[in-house]
T-cell receptor, first 112, second 112 residues
Framework: DAKTTQPTSMDCAEGRAANLPCNHSTISGNEYVYWYRQIHSQGPQYIIHGLKNNETNEMASLIITEDRKSSTLILPHATLRDTAVYYCIVRVPNFGNEKLTFGTGTRLTIIP | EADIYQTPRYLVIGTGKKITLECSQTMGHDKMYWYQQDPGMELHLIHYSYGVNSTEKGDLSSESTVSRIRTEHFPLTLESARPSHTSQYLC???????????FGEGSRLTVL
């Protein structure tokens, strides 16, 4: 699985868009980008994933650059409940194997 | 809403005791996982299973053992607990080949 680089921490004002970057310059053609978050040591929660097209769901948007070497997770209107550690993971979804390797992630703090 | 449950949520136990952490899911998922996480640190995969009677060691060596006799149940056992086993243990499951894992709330173990 390709290695990812994320900032250690970020702050965002409540109500503003939170933009979390992730670099994955060694990503290969069949690797997907996944985002999870972990709120205060609870179990991680799946947010979104994508291959090369931008993706949007009820939680967030995922913007992947054309060369796929980086991506940005966007929380459009951050709330205090979005304070969490956000993990960017790049991997191939193998049949029969969804082992995920979580790095250190980005600690996002939403400021009132 | 994911239906995966872990018990106990919190356990304080003395050295040398045998403990079993329970994990059950009602989603019919074939694949299940155990992660270990110390406070403020990364998650590490310690065990996983592709289905009934299938168990594999994860990326981090662990003295714990697991079993998978039923699809919905994936218990983790420590035969003789030690203070070094103090940690949070997170169970997860996945039923589709999309990389989406569903996590339980975790079991926080303290060994005195």
């Amino acid at each position: 699985d390709a290695k990812t680089t994320q900032p250690t921490s970020m702050d965002c004002a409540e109500g503003r868009a939170a933009n979390l970057p992730c670099n994955h310059s060694t990503i290969s053609g069949n690797e997907y980008v996944y985002w999870y978050r972990q709120i205060h040591s609870q179990g991680p929660q799946y947010i979104i994933h994508g291959l090369k097209n931008n993706e949007t769901n009820e939680m967030a948007s995922l913007i992947i650059t054309e060369d796929r070497k980086s991506s940005t997770l966007i929380l459009p209107h951050a709330t205090l409940r979005d304070t969490a550690v956000y993990y960017c993971i790049v991997r191939v979804p193998n049949f029969g194997n969804e082992k995920l390797t979580f790095g250190t992630g980005t600690r996002l703090t939403i400021i009132p | 809403e994911a239906d995966i449950y872990q018990t106990p949520r919190y356990l304080v136990i003395g050295t040398g005791k045998k403990i079993t952490l329970e994990c059950s899911q009602t989603m019919g998922h074939d694949k299940m996982y155990w992660y270990q996480q110390d406070p403020g640190m990364e998650l590490h995969l310690i065990h996983y299973s592709y289905g009934v009677n299938s168990t594999e060691k994860g990326d981090l060596s662990s003295e714990s053992t697991v079993s998978r006799i039923r699809t919905e149940h994936f218990p983790l056992t420590l035969e003789s607990a030690r203070p070094s086993h103090t940690s949070q243990y997170l169970c997860a499951s996945s039923g589709r080949n999309t990389g989406e894992l569903f996590f339980g709330e975790g079991s926080r173990l303290t060994v005195l």
